[in-house]
């Protein structure tokens, strides 16, 4: 090959290895958006093919206390004052209360619930014992150990405490399922106390591994949402 | 006449086989963690003069009916449940205790094992807090009262029993943990030794007299 084609040539190649060289990074960041992208609307598909709790324009602005983490003080909550849209139905107000809580605070780090949980159902039976029905990803994508799981149990209480006082105890289910643990730490066997009044101290009366002994109202309660999970 | 006398402890390194717990970085799992900080916390506990028992003494996963059964079959049996978490401070420890729960109207003398922790919950606070006192000396962050959290393991256990959580899997570099484990051990064991003389077995009230659980 002819000297003056090599160095023409060589020049070439080094002029698209250093072009290569500088879109590189470029490149990645692009796949790295893409990636969040589908990521994203992966999720928000799901989403919408879940029930949302209807958020009616008729209903009244109401100033509500949502229990997130605090960021100053570790392991503690902090209500945070939200105005939101509330149904006057305790059942349709505690899923509103609930998705909010799941939605997040503005402050991302500030949050107690996984950002890919949803809360599947929620019923009160007559009793005043709330079932919240939640998708599996409250087991899978939360940080696991004993503070963040109680941290996560007691927002959800003290919500549901401070917006919806018809609930005054709740039964956590995951995925239309009892479950032992949250995520392996905090027991979900029991019932927790949500509001003051319920005097019968049935947050610990009742302990049942999952599949035993639940009160007779409560077992009803739990196989309706299994069924309508199953569907 | 009630019962004195602390024999042996039960350390239980939370989860394992399959379930590695918290995972953090430079590939740090948290069964795998625990279980260093469980093996160094018995030899200070052998130091003291206390019998110990692992829950496990590898990577397998016993239930947690099984790691319970552990102490329930003992008698004069302390449980102690050892977990790190995967957020939090790190370099510090928190010890818990379960919530109260309502008093039993058994009258058989019998402990439901579902509501085994309950006639324990006293001495759990005694042990949780002096526990608690020798790990906030030594990690500057920790709490200085023991908390209360709902923690499954300990429901089923028939002896005074608490949970050491120490933080985090989320530290730079697996050295930081690493740091931690004499000072655990020498907290868990200190706090033992305190406890050991104020350990009376619980009695249940039973019509015509009573029982030792």
């Known amino acids: 090959m002819n000297p003056k084609w090599a160095v023409w ?34 999720e928000q598909a799901r989403r919408e093919l879940l029930p949302v709790a209807p958020v009616s324009t008729g209903d009244p602005m109401v100033k509500v206390k949502m229990f997130w983490g605090s960021r100053g003080q570790e392991g503690e909550l902090l209500p945070v004052i939200v105005e939101l ?7 349709l ?5 609930l998705n909010t809580l799941l939605a997040g605070p503005v402050d991302s780090e500030s949050r107690t619930l996984p950002p890919d949980a949803a809360l599947l159902a929620f019923y009160i039976l007559p009793d005043g014992t709330g079932i919240a029905d939640f998708s599996d990803e409250i087991r899978t994508s939360i940080p696991s150990g004993i503070q963040s799981e109680q941290l996560a149990v007691e927002s959800i209480v003290r919500t ?23 995520a392996g ?14 005097a019968a101290g049935t947050q610990l009366d009742n302990p049942s591994p999952p599949g035993s002994s639940l009160p007779a109202p409560i077992r009803k309660a739990v196989e309706s949402v299994r069924k309508a999970t199953k569907r | 006449m009630p019962r004195t006398g602390l024999n042996i402890v039960v350390l239980d390194p939370a989860h394992g086989g399959t379930d590695q717990g918290a995972r953090g970085t430079e590939g740090i799992s948290e069964s795998d963690e625990v279980l260093q900080f469980a093996t160094a916390t018995k030899q200070a506990l052998e130091a003291q003069g206390f019998q110990v028992i692992l829950t496990r003494e590898g990577n397998d996963n016993p239930s947690f009916d099984d790691r319970s059964a552990r102490a329930n079959a003992q008698r004069g049996a302390v449980f102690i449940t050892m977990h790190i978490a995967s957020t939090g401070l790190t370099g510090t420890a928190r010890v818990y205790v379960e919530p109260d729960a309502p008093a039993s109207n058994n009258i058989t003398g019998l402990i439901p094992w579902d509501r085994a922790q309950a006639p324990f919950l006293s001495l759990s606070r005694k ?53 931690m484990v004499p000072g655990v051990a020498e907290a868990i064991a200190r706090g033992l030794a305190d406890f050991r003389p104020t350990y009376v077995v619980p009695t249940i009230p039973v019509p015509g007299g009573s029982v030792h659980p």
């Open chain 1, 9 to 42: 040539l060589g020049g070439v190649l080094l002029a698209a290895v250093i072009a290569a060289a500088l879109y590189f990074p470029a490149l990645r960041r692009q796949v790295n958006k893409a990636k969040d992208l589908t990521e994203k609307t992966a």
């Open chain 1, 85 to 91: 849209p509330l149904s006057r139905d305790p059942v």
């Open chain 1, 93 to 97: 107000r505690a899923k509103q209360v």
């Open chain 1, 160 to 182: 549901l405490e401070d917006n919806v006082p018809q609930v005054l105890r709740l039964k956590i289910l995951i995925h239309g399922q009892e479950a032992d643990t949250l």
């Open chain 1, 185 to 198: 730490h905090v027991d979900l066997t029991q019932l927790f106390r949500v509001n003051a009044k319920d």
């Open chain 2, 127 to 179: 042990l949780g807090d002096l526990v608690q006192q020798e790990l906030s000396k030594r990690f500057k962050g920790s709490p200085d009262t023991l908390q209360t959290a709902p923690v499954r393991q300990l429901r089923t256990t028939a002896a005074p029993a608490i949970a050491v959580e120490i933080s985090s899997v989320s530290v730079k570099e697996r050295a930081e943990l690493d740091r």
